[in-house]
């Protein structure tokens, strides 16, 4: 039997090059840096042809869910969420706001696909109790998780645009009266608009709850 050389041996890398790891991590540098997926130009980042992906992944809505276990692990959020309704809705919002704040390009298409990630649904699942420790019902669960997720989707791709979302000048006031009004008036009495929106969540599900029992 032929013994290898030392070149051939040396010329073998001891890891694999590719891994759903790597490739869910890539996916995500691709998507805060380039705002966008290019499966070509993943596989440059990686330093391996595209066919290569085929024997890790199924496609790109795979990649996307690689990026998404990806963003769980470099994100900041908590082991447990604790406290009454209100701080429970707080701390997973808040921590949801920060970790889509990381990647607004990521997110449209996070919404378009079940979550499936292992590392995710570890994380949501840690939710799922800390919401049944502070009372809510069962069957309202995933309900409200939907709502936060998707609130702190919206309030994390408004937080990247406009300071504003109503445009009217001080000459078409008398056109929209109410509107004007209430610019101007929040504009001198400024409110959170993210922590009013928790607030929002919290006193809608505690409306839910009561009617529910």
């Known amino acids: 039997m032929q013994t290898p050389s030392k070149t051939s041996q040396l010329g073998r890398p001891k890891t694999p090059r590719l891994s759903r790891k790597a490739i869910g991590r890539a996916a995500l540098e691709m998507f805060q840096e380039e705002e966008g997926l290019s499966i070509p130009r993943l596989a440059e980042r990686l330093g391996v042809r595209q066919s290569s992906f085929y024997k890790h992944v199924t496609g790109?809505?795979?990649?996307?869910?690689?990026?998404?276990?990806a963003l769980v692990e470099k994100a900041t959020l908590p082991e447990m969420a604790q406290g009454n309704l209100d701080q429970v809705i707080r701390q997973i919002f808040d921590s949801l706001l920060r970790a889509y704040s990381l990647v607004p390009a990521l997110l449209p298409l996070l919404l378009a696909q079940p979550v499936s990630h292992p590392a995710a649904l570890a994380l949501y699942d840690?939710?799922?109790e800390?919401?049944?420790?502070?009372?809510?019902p069962r069957n309202?669960?995933?309900?409200?998780?939907e709502?936060?997720?998707?609130?702190?989707?919206?309030a994390s791709l408004?937080?990247?645009?406009?300071?504003?979302?109503?445009?009217?000048?001080?000459?078409?006031?008398?056109?929209?009266?109410?509107?004007?009004?209430?610019?101007t008036a929040v504009a001198e009495q400024p409110v959170d608009r993210f922590s009013f929106l928790a607030d929002v969540l919290a006193a809608g599900l505690r409306s839910a709850i009561k009617a529910a029992d």
């Open 60 to 69: 790109r809505q795979e990649i996307i869910e690689l990026a998404r276990g």
């Open 147 to 154: 709502t936060l997720d998707s609130a702190a989707i919206g």
């Open 140 to 145: 309202l669960v995933i309900p409200t998780l």
């Open 158 to 183: 408004d937080a990247m645009t406009m300071e504003s979302a109503w445009s009217i000048s001080d000459e078409e006031q008398s056109d929209y009266p109410h509107l004007y009004a209430a610019r």
């Open 126 to 128: 840690r939710f799922a």
């Open 130 to 136: 800390a919401f049944e420790r502070a009372g809510t």
